[in-house]
């Protein structure tokens, strides 16, 4: 009997491991040959573990499961059949490029790389302007056009250029960097393949966060069984500004994650001081749909300036919560209600945080903003990796601006003044205005502190905490009177 | 438990690195890997094998919140994950409780040398929180009860 059981870390933390060995077991005691390939995630994590099953008719699902629901799917009685697996409608709905074989596939099984072989076929130049072409912009959160990085890095002199993969996922609400690597490894270094190819590197690494022994683990092998191109996995210390690139690039040459000013750009100076392109894992892994399917059929989803396809990832208090590929253009209400399916816990929504703690917490009004990196701009937010976080009405909105600062505090390099003296400053004028201290001067002082963070940081990280405190000052003004 | 600090050992560690490039944070996990954490000692090796001075070796150590100068105090860590997606299904109160329950705060050690309890800022278990980690181990959807039994 065939069969297919995610060892996705969350399916893991859900217990999926205790049910392969029921698995084992009942098989054994049935006398049934079981064929247990274990695959990454399909994404929808309410269901985990999820098991999917060969049959007459075709491939069958079960789940959420524990160990005491395996006999029942042995015996055809199971309360947790879910039926065709393909035709349920959340999968069904998804528009799957980066995450098609993600959850079916054994993820260090080598597959075809139809990708590779067509950029091989038509050449570097060819390679960057299909990737320009395909409207493609970094997925990391700062949505650059990934096919002018890459030209970037291609025309600059030397002979030696390196491609960085950015898998230092630290954003709460994201996990689909996490759930590639662990679920379909060499599709990301297929993409940073390609990327080397196209720009002339012929070194890459990808540098993940400690936080993910379970992707280091399967991305090592992966490497290690990748012929393609020579990668390295490198592993982060715990730290989140390591996420900004140039912080990133600091810590692979073995020294403290402090974010360097820029200029030079890093497909300049980039990694020991040579033209690097630095990508966010589902950036690279794009580009191999991009050269399969021709930038055409890429530029062709999405709306506005961007294109292609985003794995949205619904989290917090969410009944559906998971990973939801589909093109931009959907609406964070439609993201939020018809796909989440509101929240778990059943209480109304009171407002959203998109893209990590850095990004704005949004209210029900806002609702109808399409899932598009200018909308959310428009609108004093940002995309950033995706990541949606449900609240319900149970929210303080001050202790999440506080939050936001304490967060800045802790993770702050240190190297520019306004991230790392603002943030505690931050965090001492809002306990102020909470204990009625000079409640209005002390909020024109928060704006003002806000405004000095955004425009006098060095990076993202003190640059963007203002959009979390201002958001939830400007949306939810009543959790700021005590 | 993991053993005490061997010069000789963690030399032969160093010198497997130092010739990498921007190898001193893999080194660094290797040392931390081998002896629980990264003594004094280790630092003045590692500056030796890089390079560089020991004042920039012990900055780069201390930069990271991985990296432990001191040996751990708990006989294990428990890692709770306290960032936004886990805060909107209650990881503060989760939180709050396992504090009470061990009788520390944040990076404190419980009486009976058992536990130490670290935050950690997300699991990438966003959509099955609140979560947390215990050597390579994770966990999600915890309640008082589910950590009980973790304890």
């Known amino acids: 009997m065939k069969a297919r059981l995610s060892r996705d870390a969350a399916a893991l933390a859900l217990g999926a491991e205790r049910v392969a060995d029921a698995l084992r077991e009942a098989a054994a005691a049935r006398g049934i040959a079981l064929d247990l390939t274990r695959t990454g995630s399909r994404g929808m994590v309410w269901l985990e573990p999820l098991l999917e099953v060969e049959t007459s008719e075709g491939w069958r699902a079960f789940g959420p499961l524990s160990p005491e629901d395996v006999d029942a799917v042995f015996g055809g009685t199971s309360a947790k059949a879910l039926g065709a697996i393909d035709e349920h409608p959340w999968l069904k709905s998804q528009t799957r490029l980066i995450f098609a074989r993600c959850g079916i596939v054994d993820p260090l099984a080598v597959p075809p790389m139809e990708g590779l072989k067509r950029a091989r076929e038509i050449g570097p130049v060819a390679v960057l302007e299909e990737v320009t072409k395909s409207g493609l912009r970094g997925r990391g959160g700062a949505g650059f056009p990934a096919g002018i990085k890459w030209k970037g890095c291609a025309d600059a002199p030397g002979p030696v250029k390196y491609v960085v993969c950015n898998a230092d996922e630290g954003d709460s609400g994201t996990f689909a960097d996490r759930m590639l690597m662990e679920g379909d490894p060499f599709l990301l270094l297929e993409g940073m393949a390609i990327a080397g190819f196209a720009s002339g590197a012929a070194k890459g690494y990808v540098y993940i966060r400690s936080e993910y022994p379970h992707a280091i683990a399967t991305m090592r092998r992966a490497a290690s069984a990748f012929a393609d191109f020579d990668v390295e996995i490198r592993v982060g210390a715990g730290s989140y500004v390591c996420g900004e690139e140039t912080a990133l690039l600091e810590s692979l040459e073995g020294r403290r994650g402090q974010v360097r000013a820029k200029p030079p750009l890093p497909v300049h100076q980039g990694l020991f001081g040579k033209p690097t392109i630095v990508n966010n894992v589902l950036t690279f892994a794009s580009v191999p749909a991009v050269l399969e399917k021709g930038a055409a059929f890429y530029a062709g989803l999405g709306m506005g300036r961007s294109r292609g396809t985003m794995p949205v990832q619904l989290a917090g208090d969410v009944r559906y919560g998971g990973l939801y590929e589909t093109a931009f253009g959907m609406t964070l209400g439609e993201l939020v209600n018809d796909v989440g399916g509101g929240t778990l816990s059943r209480r109304p929504i009171r407002a959203v945080q998109v893209g990590g703690p850095l990004g704005a917490y949004f209210p029900p009004s806002l609702f109808d903003t399409p899932f598009d990196y200018e909308a959310f701009a428009a609108r004093d937010g940002l995309l950033g990796h995706g990541g949606i976080v449900v609240f319900s009405d149970s929210v303080d909105m001050a202790a999440q601006a506080r939050f936001a600062m304490e967060f800045c505090a802790v993770e702050s390099c240190g190297k520019c003044t306004p991230c790392r003296i603002g943030a505690v400053r931050g965090q001492e004028v809002i306990d102020k205005i909470l204990r009625g201290q000079n409640a209005e001067a002390n909020l024109a002082l928060l704006r003002d502190l806000c405004d000095t963070m955004k425009s006098g940081s060095l990076c993202a990280l003190g640059g963007f905490v203002p959009y979390p405190v201002l958001s939830a000052l400007n949306h939810f003004p009543e959790d700021f009177v005590r | ?151």
């Open chain 2, 1 to 151: 438990m993991t053993p005490p600090f061997d010069l000789e050992e963690a030399e032969k560690i160093v010198a497997g690195f130092s010739g990498v490039p921007g190898g001193l944070l893999p080194a660094l996990h290797a040392v931390q890997a081998a002896f629980g954490h990264v003594p004094r000692a280790a630092i003045a090796l590692l500056a030796k094998g890089f390079n560089i001075t020991e004042a920039e070796a012990y900055g780069v150590a201390s930069f990271y919140h991985d990296f432990k100068l001191e040996p751990p105090s708990g006989r294990r860590t428990l890692k709770l994950c306290r960032a936004e997606a886990c805060q909107a299904v209650g990881a503060d109160a989760l939180a709050a409780h396992v504090k009470r329950r061990l009788g520390v705060d944040w990076g404190g050690t419980s009486a009976d040398g058992e536990w130490t309890l670290e935050a950690v800022f997300c699991l990438g278990l966003c959509a099955c929180g609140p979560s947390a980690m215990i050597g390579d181990e994770v966990h999600a959807r915890l309640d008082n009860g589910a950590v009980e039994r973790l304890l």
